[in-house]
């Protein structure tokens, strides 16, 4: 059980990673325009 | 409740709903040449960033978020968001528990020279982690179809000359 678990989530970040790395070699690399900024109210 | 949705974002856009988003919406359609479905997208794709944003801050993470030339439709957005002043604060207060502020980058920052090819090259690859860092994170918070919205379909749809055409 333990072993199918730990397979499921290595195939998961497989899966996770190819996808990234596609978004990715797609995109050109650029500088933000902005970043997010919070204060705790 | 608002923290315990992770990749559920039709139940995150039902948690973040408004009785104001109709003038956040018509705000838009006033100053940019979309029809109503489409700024109403765009509302919930920034909506869903700022809960983002609010959450990096809220669980502490090392890095925060940024918005670059993909996300630049969500950027639009926000600054017709936080004209409404109030419905913002109260957006902020009510659904996030914290004030999102918006902090742009100087254009002294935008326009960096580089003294050699290796500096450029190791900068690039500074930006390219930040990146990764951040899909990873958007990815694992609101799923593949997210990370798809914003960094393919959004790009495509909005990019910075399209944007400028649909300024009225």
Known sequence: ?41 | MIQEITKSNKALLSALDCDEDNIIIEGFMERYSVNRDEASEILQETKKWLWLASENIKEKKSFRLFIDNSLLIIDEMWHNFILHTRIYQKFCNEKLNLFVHHEPTSASEKIRGFDSEEEKQKYQKFQEEKLRQQLSYIYDKLGAETVSKWYEEFPEKFNEKKIHAIKR
């Open chain 1, 1 to 41: 059980m333990k072993t199918t678990t730990t397979k499921n989530n290595s195939k998961a970040n497989t899966e996770k990673e190819q996808f990234l790395n596609n978004i990715l070699a797609k995109k050109k690399i650029q500088s933000p325009t902005c970043v997010t900024v919070c204060a705790v109210n």
